[in-house]
T-cell receptor, first 113, second 110 residues
Framework: GAGVSQTPSNKVTEKGKYVELRCDPI?????LYWYRQSLGQGPEFLIY????????DSGLPNDRFFAVRPEGSVSTLKIQRTERGDSAVYLC???????????FGPGTRLTVL | EDQVTQSPEALRLQEGESSSLNCSYT??????LFWYRQDPGKGPEFLFT???AGEEKEKERLKATLTKKESFLHITAPKPEDSATYLC???????????FGDGTTLTVKP
């Protein structure tokens, strides 16, 4: 079946602009995760949804970052007033109910000029 | 705070030269330890989940083992297509999020 998909694959924006990154999880997966990965580092947790609600948003770096999952499927990560330090690959993962293994999408590479 | 340290940062092997990658971790309560493979420009690809000390999992040339403080990923007779970054992550019993190490970049020369 289809895996986790993320759009766009690449996003270039200017400092101060607003961006939205989309994640389509594996069909039927109830949990959805967002991570950020900088070059040469492992993924860093941002936020985790169980269904429609954010179960843990402790990894969001500040209030410029926000994520939603209104119908319990697709999720959007929103970044306001982007800064050059936001440049990274944003990864999305999903897992099925009761399972621990997370399956990752290909990521969105965000570049803030 | 959960921590994961992977070593070495980079490993270069000749084809057929077996070796091991290390993942040391500290976690208040281990729910599971995960190994992923990541190719350049792609998302992590799931390899193994280990849940308790003494557990072992195998897949082709890879074998993962777990103790109370660390995990090893053993690579037997590697091939050039095994070249990738290998990531280790721990899942805490009290959290839904995983904590990742920075990975080991493996290069296998023909």
């Amino acid at each position: 079946g289809a895996g986790v998909s993320q759009t766009p694959s690449n996003k270039v924006t200017e400092k101060g602009k607003y961006v939205e990154l989309r994640c389509d999880p594996i069909s039927g997966h109830t949990a959805l995760y967002w991570y950020r990965q900088s070059l040469g580092q492992g993924p860093e947790f941002l936020i985790y949804f169980q269904g429609t609600g954010a179960a843990d948003d402790s990894g969001l770096p500040n209030d410029r970052f926000f994520a939603v999952r209104p119908e319990g499927s697709v999720s959007t990560l929103k970044i306001q007033r982007t800064e050059r330090g936001d440049s990274a690959v944003y990864l999305c993962a999903s897992s099925s109910r009761g399972a621990d293994t997370q399956y990752f999408g290909p990521g969105t590479r965000l570049t803030v000029l | 705070e959960d921590q994961v340290t992977q070593s070495p940062e980079a490993l270069r092997l000749q084809e057929g030269e077996s070796s091991s990658l290390n993942c040391s971790y500290t976690v208040s309560g281990l729910r599971g330890l995960f190994w992923y493979r990541q190719d350049p420009g792609k998302g992590p690809e799931f390899l193994f989940t280990l849940y308790s000390a003494g557990e072992e999992k195998e897949k082709e040339r890879l074998k993962a083992t777990l103790t109370k403080k660390e995990s090893f990923l053993h690579i037997t007779a590697p091939k050039p297509e095994d070249s990738a970054t290998y990531l280790c992550a721990v899942l805490n019993t009290n959290a839904g999020k995983s904590t990742f190490g920075d990975g080991t970049t493996l290069t296998v020369k023909p």
